[in-house]
């Protein structure tokens, strides 16, 4: 059964940087392209960043090129997102899934809280 954990949240300044990470259990982590997603209040979830199953290939949103920066480690079944130069739209609740296919149906993690404010 997977389970999606993410963590690494917070309150920032506007220009600070965050980390952060998702673990996922199971044995099918290295098999599918990942993707950090984002909600903020009143819009729907889309995907802001993107990594092939190898690492080898990434693609981010237009809002968030240049700033942010995907990774994962396929030993720990983890997948990371360094966020600098954080601007307050960038205020949103951040969730890791399988970026074309989901790990698991509908279910999503709890996802994590970015707030960047003064």
């Known amino acids: 059964q997977v389970q999606i954990t993410e963590s690494g949240g917070g309150l920032v300044q506007p220009g600070g940087s965050l980390r952060l990470s998702c673990a996922v259990s199971?044995?099918?982590?290295?098999?599918?392209?990942m993707g950090w997603f984002r909600q903020a209040p009143g819009k729907q979830r889309g995907l802001v960043a993107y990594i092939s199953p190898g690492g080898s290939s990434t693609n981010y949103a237009e809002p968030v090129k240049g700033r942010f920066t995907i990774s994962r480690d396929n030993v720990k079944n983890t997948v990371y997102l360094q966020m600098n130069s954080l601007k307050p739209e960038d205020t949103a609740v951040y969730y890791c899934?399988?970026?074309?296919?989901?790990?698991?149906?509908?279910?999503w993690g709890q996802g994590t809280q970015v707030t960047v404010s003064s």
């Open positions: 199971g044995n099918i982590f290295r098999t599918y392209a």
């Open positions: 899934n399988g970026a074309a296919s989901r790990l698991a149906g509908d279910y």
